[in-house]
């Protein structure tokens, strides 16, 4: 079967029979005016490189694979990245068509009927050397849960293997209740932790409400959940050294020195509690926190949580890392968005095999 390129790249066919065995295989295609049929730079250089389609310019000069590919990239820089994408999923067998914006492919179901069975994805193509933009993501996850569409992104590495992730807006939630303490308890202040040692409160912080971590027959509390308990009314604070009372604001302007990001940690924490999870650090994951949906002593972590500012940007191998190790571990990677005025939204990637 043979077709003719447009300057664009783009192929026609005119011939009707040509034409309608190409759609009828795998729905290539846009049918055009007179029987023919238009494809797309995509579907026109996958055609020709599987040997299932030739292409002519000209007065009839076939153009090679290569040449065909090379004007791809001519008229559109980013063809490259995506047609691997592209490639990739017609492979894995689904029906792959190219999108208008805010994604780059709208992919069927298995076994779907274009026209009649509703796309499922919507993906978009990256390189590995793109910024990871969060606010960008919360976006294009918006959308895709509103048109009830799963969003995958397809990353491209260096060396042009893919690995996608499913991305979209969760909801984390827990089981273990609020029960704020009668009595507010005592913390004596210590660099960069906060130790209690009364025994009713150590029992009641530390066990039934998995604050802090026992040694001993104390509980030492981290900087965030000594203020988050100061900040709701449950927890007054001492210098250790010198038995002064700490403020809550000077407690919180000692954990900003220490740590730039406490204000976001601290949202994100405050957040992840108030949706009755139990929030620990996550340090041996290389995350700020893990989650449980009850108490520890009950329960796995179900989520490592990174608390970051809405309008983060990073480098893709960064996270990658994030989303493999939570994976390794059983655990789903969420990112914490916080927002200046400390509201926070959650956004999950799941490295899957479409």
């Not at 007065?59 to 559109?76: C, I, N, Q, Y």
Request: aromatic share 10%; hydrophobic share 40%; glycine share 10%.
């Amino acid at each position: 079967m043979s077709g003719r390129v447009l300057p664009d790249a783009t192929v026609r066919f005119d011939d009707p029979t040509e034409a309608s065995g190409i759609y009828g295989k795998g729905y290539f295609g846009t049918p055009a005016s007179g029987g023919g049929l238009l494809l797309d730079r995509y579907e026109g250089v996958y055609l020709a490189e599987m040997g299932r389609a030739e292409v002519a310019e000209g007065k009839g000069r076939t153009v090679p694979w290569p040449a065909l590919f090379r004007k791809a990239v001519r008229s559109d820089t980013g063809f490259a990245v995506r047609y691997l994408v592209y490639r990739d999923l017609r492979q894995r067998g689904y029906v792959v068509r190219a999108s208008a914006p805010p994604v780059d492919f709208t992919v069927l179901p298995r076994g779907g009927i274009l026209h009649k069975t509703p796309s499922r994805f919507w993906v978009e193509a990256l390189s590995e050397r793109e910024p990871f933009d969060l606010a960008r993501l919360f976006d294009l996850a918006a959308r895709a849960q509103s048109a009830k569409k799963q969003l995958l992104l397809a990353l491209v590495d260096e060396e042009s293997d893919l690995t996608y992730y499913r991305v979209r807006r969760p909801s984390p939630n827990g089981a273990l209740p609020p029960r704020p303490l009668a009595v507010p308890a005592e913390g004596w202040l210590s660099v960069d932790r906060v130790t209690v040692h009364a025994p009713g409160a150590v029992e009641e912080l530390g066990r039934a409400l998995a604050y802090g971590s026992r040694v001993g027959d104390r509980l030492e509390l981290s900087l965030l959940e000594a203020a988050y308990l100061a900040s709701t009314g449950q927890l007054t604070l001492r210098e250790a050294q010198s038995g002064r009372a700490v403020p809550f604001e000077r407690l919180e302007a000692r954990a900003r020195r220490l740590d730039p990001g406490f204000p976001e940690r601290l949202a994100a924490y405050r957040d992840l509690r108030s949706r009755q999870l139990v929030v620990k650090t996550g340090f041996k994951y290389g995350a700020h926190f893990r989650a449980y949906p009850r108490n520890p002593e009950h329960a796995h972590a179900r989520y490592l949580v990174q608390a970051v500012p809405e309008a983060h940007r990073s480098r893709w191998p960064t996270i990658a890392g994030g989303v493999r190790v939570a994976q390794g571990v059983r655990k789903e990677f969420l990112l914490a968005g916080v927002a200046a005025e400390g509201s926070v939204r959650f956004l999950s990637l799941e490295r899957i095999r479409p």
